[in-house]
């Protein structure tokens, strides 16, 4: 994996925070995409510190708002020569919540699928 470009969305906590740990050992060049700055900071440094590899990228997004996602892709294209791998781990988990988001879109349903 040393250099391969992986995006790794919901990167700040459980399975994408350990995914992008994992990769980080392996020598890839780690995107995290966080929904908080402050969050995805600390998870950043947590994770350089413990891998020692400094090629992690921190992008901040809210997926489940689509002018947010189109904002995002835009930044990637622009920033990065490819991309390797796509790790889509962010969504939400509200078993018993129904939100929606300013659009009118279920939070949940928007944040799983409409930034695929």
Do not use: W, Y
């Not at 939100?99 to 695929?116: E, H, I, K, N, W």
């Amino acid at each position: 994996m040393k250099n391969k470009v992986c995006i790794i969305t919901g990167a700040n906590a459980g399975v994408g925070k350990e995914s992008a740990l994992g990769l980080a050992k392996l020598g890839a060049h780690v995107v995290m995409v966080c929904r908080s700055k402050e969050r995805g900071e600390l998870a950043k440094a947590e994770i350089a510190k413990e891998s020692g590899n400094d090629q992690i990228d921190l992008f901040i997004s809210d997926l489940s708002e689509m002018e947010q996602v189109r904002t995002l892709a835009a930044a990637l294209l622009s920033s990065l020569k490819s991309i390797d791998v796509l790790v889509h781990n962010a969504g939400l988990a509200a078993r018993f919540l129904r939100r929606l988001t300013p659009r009118c879109g279920q939070l949940q349903v928007r944040s799983s699928t409409a930034s695929s």
